[in-house]
């Protein structure tokens, strides 16, 4: 019984590992393509991460039902974990002045809420196609 847990903690630390490499080279890509243009990078990164997360929630957890745990900590908490970043938009805010950070904050706020229900319909639109 204690192997087994213990086996099955290291199997998904492991596949957390391989997923956070993976999703951190992802971000350390976008930050790079748009390094002069701050903060639009972690703005498109924390977006395309909440519109991915839900949209593969939807699909392949909720709909269809084709992930087991070690896939979910995989790709949710390994590769989107690490691709999507909290931080750095705090430190971001904590680096402009008033105006523009309470923009960036609203952006990334609705732009957040508009990617989950985005992905909510253009998950719950392929399920339908699928299904004809």
């Known amino acids: 019984m204690i192997h087994n847990r213990a086996y099955q903690w290291l199997l998904r630390a ?15 890509s976008i930050e790079l393509i ?10 498109i990164i ?3 991460g909440t519109f991915i997360t839900v949209l593969l ?10 992930l087991r745990q070690i ?3 995989f790709l949710f908490v390994g590769i989107i974990g690490a691709y999507t970043t909290y931080s750095t938009l705090i430190l971001e805010i904590t680096e402009m002045s008033v105006i523009p950070a309470i923009i960036y ?3 990334s706020l609705l732009g957040g809420i508009l990617m ?5 319909w253009v998950g719950e639109e392929a399920i339908k196609k699928w299904q004809n």
């Open 71 to 73: 896939q979910i900590d």
């Open 57 to 66: 929630t939807q699909i392949l957890v909720k709909k269809l039902n084709l």
């Open 14 to 28: 492991t596949m957390v590992g391989i997923g956070g490499f993976i999703g951190g080279a992802l971000r350390e």
């Open 105 to 107: 904050m609203v952006i």
């Open 116 to 120: 989950v229900y985005l992905a909510q």
């Open 34 to 43: 748009f390094k002069n243009a701050s903060p639009i990078g972690t703005l």
């Open 46 to 48: 924390n977006l395309t």
